[in-house]
């Protein structure tokens, strides 16, 4: 999991175990279902197949994050505004952030947190339509909120 000072929320490695499993429904998206490594959490999620194709058995780092600064939320490197820190777009800020260090990244809000099977939980995100369930133990999902804004990243 990751620490305190950072921004990353939640970070696992899954194991990629099946692709559209209930048929494809769009073009472009499809819907994974994986495992991870570490945590025994268990994650679906859409994506966009043109910009990070995907395969079964691949092996994917997933982290969940509140901000894409590699600072802690409130703090700003010496001479620049914190607003400035949780930039994406290539130039605009001289300090590269957390999506520098992943091949896909997507903004979105928790919009659901189902505690409803004793210790596991899921929490459900929606990446501008792109839907996110992830499911595991309560202590894992703990940094989790309903409401919160998060990015994803992904990394081969």
Do not use: C
């Not at 679906?44 to 994050?65: K, Q, T």
């Not at 914190?82 to 590269?96: F, Q």
């Amino acid at each position: 999991m990751a620490s305190a000072s950072s921004n990353i929320i939640f970070d696992d490695i899954f194991a990629v175990e099946d692709i559209d499993r209930a048929g494809k429904k769009f073009d472009r998206v499809s819907r994974l279902w994986s495992k991870s490594k570490n945590y025994e959490m268990e994650l679906e999620l859409d994506y966009n197949i043109e910009l990070f194709p995907l395969s079964r058995g691949d092996h994917v780092a997933v982290a969940l994050a509140s901000s894409l600064s590699r600072e802690p939320v409130g703090v700003a490197a010496e001479g620049e505004e914190a607003d400035n820190k949780n930039t994406w777009r290539p130039g605009i800020s001289a300090n590269p952030g957390l999506e520098e260090d992943y091949d896909y990244v997507m903004f979105g809000k928790i919009y659901k947190y189902d505690e409803s099977t004793g210790e596991r939980s899921t929490v459900y995100a929606s990446f501008g339509g792109l839907l996110m369930a992830l499911t595991g133990n309560n202590r894992h999902l703990q940094n989790l909120t309903l409401g919160e804004s998060v990015y994803i990243l992904l990394r081969k």
